[in-house]
Structure formats: structure tokens, C-alpha cells
């Protein structure tokens, strides 16, 4: 088979199964998309589309790489005005296009952009150390090019971002009860209750044996999610899963570890007070733990 020419029709083609193929992966999903429905949608034979791209993860790869070029065309600019670096914002803001209005686009906004402003910086339960604060665009006017992908697209980048996401949240609740486990085993061997150290009592060695296991098994699972993203091949479900066990670990391991500490371990003092609160919000943000469970739930029955 002969590699199609390049030339602007050729490129006019490639964008329009490109935008044929997004559509149909959203309405039905990646696994569900055949080259068929690709071609009814985008009105090209799927010869034509053979020609193109070779298969669906050739269609991937191709987006993928469109992105990606605009996106770093995008920091290009940025590094040649590094004060411009410091003060971009990248997010995703509802934009009306003209005959679609419910679609959303990604943009740049820069700081200075009059009328964008920050409202309040949220007092936490966790995670204190890191600023969470409301941001108000009030009439801000953007330049065209500060979007990132297509008009239109903004949605689709902001899942594809979500999936690698969660892969380092998995990864934050992983090293939160992690911490939270050593902190546990230091504490068991050194403070003594009944005359013995409280690691030898069977019911705090339970706690820490169901604290090493989940935490080997988080682990593996986040490190699994990381390995499919790095090879290129599909992670939705294994990020997902990551997510959701290393989460659920976190929250569990960190109670505990207050268990193990009894009375201190309610105290501002022990670092494990901390850990506790900083545990939930891997159960928030990124998806939600019940959203990761919908989101399994489409994979696997797909
Ligand atoms: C500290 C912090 C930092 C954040 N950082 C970011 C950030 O950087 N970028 C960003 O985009 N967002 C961020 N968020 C937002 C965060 O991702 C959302 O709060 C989170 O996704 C949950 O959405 P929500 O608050 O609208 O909850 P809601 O959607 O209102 O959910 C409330 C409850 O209902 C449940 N629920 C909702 N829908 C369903 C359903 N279909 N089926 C079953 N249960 C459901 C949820 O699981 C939850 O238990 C941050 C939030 C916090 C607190």
C-alpha cells in the first residue's frame, strides 16, 4: 500500500477523520469505535481511511501527536518570554462556539488577563501545604491563540489529561500510607502497653499486616497503570483501578495508624494526625471514588 501524498488536501482529509474518529470515540467509546463507523461519520470510504492511518490506534497516535505539537508551540512561546512561563494558567473554561454551544475549549489564560481574578484561597481539611483557590473571569478576553487544540475539543483533552491524572494520585495515596505504615511499625515497637511493646499484641500486628498488604497491592496496581501509559497502549480501567484501591488504601491505612497511636495519634504532634486528613481527598479529587467505579464498570462491559 503506498503512503499518501502530503499535500493540503491530504492534511484536509486527515482532519476530518481525525474529527470524525473523536466524535465517535465519544459517543461510543474507543473499544466500541470500528473503522466503519469512522467513515459513515466522517463521509470518507474506509479504503480512504486505510490509506490515512493504519487502524484506530494509528488515528490515536496521530491526535495524540496534534495535540502534543500545538501544545508545545504553545510552551515554545512561553520559554521565550520566561516572566510569561511564571505567570501562565492552564485550564479548561466553557466556550460557546457558534453552532455547537455545549461545547468546551482549552485555553491559556495569562495571569495578568484583566478580569481574571482570585476570589478566596480555601481553608482545608488537608493537604494544607498546597493553595486551593477559586479563580473568577469576569468578561476576560482571550486570544485565539492561546486555545489549545481545536475549538470545540476542550472536553476530550481534559479526559485524555484525567487518565494520567489518576495514575498520580494513585501514586500520592501510595506514599501517604506508606507514611503513614512506617510511622505505625516505629511506633508499635517503641511505645509499650501491658508491659510489652504494642507490636506484640496480635490485634495492632493485624492492623499492620493489612496495612502492608494493601499498600504492596496499591503499589503494584499504580505501577501496572504507569506501565501501559509509558508503552502507549489503553490505561482508562488500570488508572482507574489504581486510583480507586490506592485511595481507598490510603484512607484505611491512615485510620489505622491513628488506631495504632491511640490518644497521640489525635494529636496535632503525630504525624499521623496529618496523614489522615491529607488521605481523603485522594477518595475526591481526580474522579471521585464512586466515579472510578462507574468508570470501571464501562470498561469492563464493554
Ligand atoms: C482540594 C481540592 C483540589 C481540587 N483540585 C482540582 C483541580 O486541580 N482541577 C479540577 O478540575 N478539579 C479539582 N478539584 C475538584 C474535584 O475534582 C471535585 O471536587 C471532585 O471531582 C468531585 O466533584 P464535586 O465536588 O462536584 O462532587 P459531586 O459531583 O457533587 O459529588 C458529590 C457526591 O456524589 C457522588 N456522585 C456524583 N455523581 C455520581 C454518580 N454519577 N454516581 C455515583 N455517585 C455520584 C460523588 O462520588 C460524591 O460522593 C479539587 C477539589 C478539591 C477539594
Redesign the pocket.
Known sequence: MSQPQIDSSNADRRSQILEAALVCFAKRGFHQTSMHDISGEAGISVGLIYRYFENKEAVISAMAARHKEEIQQMLERARQAPSLLESLEILFTAHCCENEPRLISAFVVEKATPGLSVSKTED?LG?RASD?AELVFDGCRVPAGNRIGEEGKGFHIALATLDGGRIGIAAQAVGIAAGAYERSVAYARERKAFGVPIGQHQMVQWMLADMATAIDGARLMTLKAATLKDAGRPYTKEASMAKLFAAETAMKVATDAVQVHGGYGYIREAEVERYFRDAK?TQ?????S??QK?VIAREVLK
Open positions: 482545608k493537604i486551593t481527598i475526591i479529587y481526580e474522579g471521585t464512586q466515579i462507574l
